[in-house]
């Protein structure tokens, strides 16, 4: 009877998931509020972890992801775009009211230039009267080449502008160059122009891909990490 007594009142004093969670995030805060954001995200993970339906925990992860990524810790703490949205995206459908406060926060503002953010905002590549909007709003970059990542970028400052950033991996890998044109868009297809070549073709697929001749294809984020 005793044992049986003892049984309960260790189940009964023991915490739920959810207060485990709630008392981890706010540990979390606390970490944050201080600066010392690596151990943050450890409590933010493990609130996340301990209760999987608490919004707040997986939107504070992704949000000090995005700091650390603004620190320029991409690699030592995996603050990866796709991996900012994807924590972001799981807070936002658990709390459609995350959206909210994602608008005017801080910390996500690595990611507001990616496919993923727009299409929070009802932007979506399979429709093609959003191509044009999509082509301003995102930077697009080439997959990775080897340790040196993406090596071209392209970006369309206004409906007339467009910038190719280019990293001279043949000749230099530190020499970088950008080369400023025009460009035109109809339905999914545009063409580039830049000064002293000849035009290039390219289309956006409705998966959100550009396809560029002789320049290759370019998506919303780029290779990172990778030897």
Known sequence: MH??????????????????GRTLNTEGFR??????????LEKFEAAANAD?????AH???????????????????SAHRATILERLNTSIQLDPRRLA?????????????????QK?????PDKQANVPQLLRRVSWFSPGEGVYGST????????????????????????TEEVKGSYTVKGRDFTLTFPGKKPLRGKMTPRGVLEVEELGTFLDSPSECEA
């Open 52 to 56: 999987p339906k608490l919004a707040l």
């Open 152 to 175: 071209r970028r392209l970006t369309f400052p206004d409906g007339k502008r467009v910038v190719l950033w280019r990293r001279a991996i043949e000749v230099d890998p530190s020499r």
């Open 3 to 20: 044992r049986l007594l003892l049984l309960l009142t260790l189940v009964l004093a023991a915490p739920s998931p959810a207060q485990s």
């Open 31 to 40: 970490l944050y509020q201080a600066g010392k954001y690596p151990e943050a």
């Open 101 to 117: 406060r994602a608008k005017v926060d801080a910390d996500l503002d690595p990611i507001r230039d990616t496919l993923g953010w």
């Open 59 to 77: 939107y504070n992860v992704a949000a000090t992801l995005g700091v650390l990524r603004k620190q320029g810790q991409v690699c030592q703490h």
């Open 120 to 124: 929070l905002l009802g932007f979506s």
